[in-house]
């Protein structure tokens, strides 16, 4: 698509649900990023999917969290058993196969548990 | 590792007045520098890059920034602020090669007074 397309655009949980934030890349971008903002808090990275390999799974915070992509297509970050410290707005981000020109950010995901 | 500061957690600005955002960086080698602008409930919009070449780089929105190699820092500047740039800004580092992390700052926030 034009531009990197994430849904949903909120979300409001349980605390112990399980939600899937899903990311549709740029088509022909082979890189996709997760990263999470909290309120008021700068970028956390949390995964890097080069094609559908992840080589840099390392800011992914807990084991409740997990990240899948197919090919170099859509990606989807599961968070089981969320807590309310999971809440903050998730961010997915996709580029070329060169970092040289940057990433192309969807809106977010912002993600409230209650 | 790539690491990325940005001093000033908050900026004010009258409108009309000249606006400088700093931000220093740590890598090895020559380093791919980014800064983008995040309006409020939007995601992250590149503003400009550098990865090569003159070291001055003009950018969307009135914005330039420079890449001062011996003060490892890459500068946001614009001459004349307008009241629709007060946002959150952040500079981020990035670096060729086999894996394409692109580090973030934990960004500036500017507020535009009339």
């Known amino acids: 698509g034009a531009g990197v397309s994430q849904s949903p655009s909120n979300k409001v949980t349980e605390k112990g649900k399980d939600v899937e934030l899903r990311c549709d890349p740029i088509s022909g971008h082979t890189a996709l990023y997760w990263y999470r903002q909290r309120l008021g808090q700068g970028l956390e990275f949390l995964i890097y999917?080069?094609?559908?390999?992840?080589?840099?799974k390392s800011g992914l915070p807990s084991d409740r969290f997990s990240a899948e992509r197919t090919g170099e297509s859509v990606s989807t970050l599961t968070i089981q058993r969320t807590q309310q410290e999971d809440s903050a707005v998730y961010l997915c981000?996709?580029?070329?196969?060169?970092?040289?020109?940057?990433?192309?950010f969807g809106s977010g995901t912002r993600l409230t548990v209650v | 590792a790539q690491s990325v500061t940005q001093p000033d957690i908050h900026i004010t600005v009258s409108e009309g007045a000249s606006l400088e955002l700093r931000c220093n960086y740590s890598?090895?080698?020559?380093?791919?520098l980014f800064w983008y602008v995040q309006s409020p409930g939007q995601g992250l919009q590149l503003l400009l890059k550098y990865f090569s070449g003159d070291t001055l780089v003009q950018g969307i929105k009135g914005f330039e920034a420079e890449f001062k190699r011996s003060q490892s820092s890459f500068n946001l500047r614009k001459p004349s602020v307008h009241w629709s740039d007060a946002a959150e800004y952040f500079c981020?580092?990035?670096?060729?090669?086999?894996?394409?992390?692109?580090?973030f700052g934990i960004g500036t926030k500017l507020q535009v007074i009339p």
């Open positions: 981020a580092v990035g670096a060729e090669g086999g894996y394409q992390k692109v580090t």
């Open positions: 981000a996709s580029s070329p196969r060169s970092t040289r020109y940057g990433y192309t």
């Open positions: 890598y090895g080698a020559t380093p791919y």
């Open positions: 999917f080069q094609g559908n390999s992840a080589p840099d």
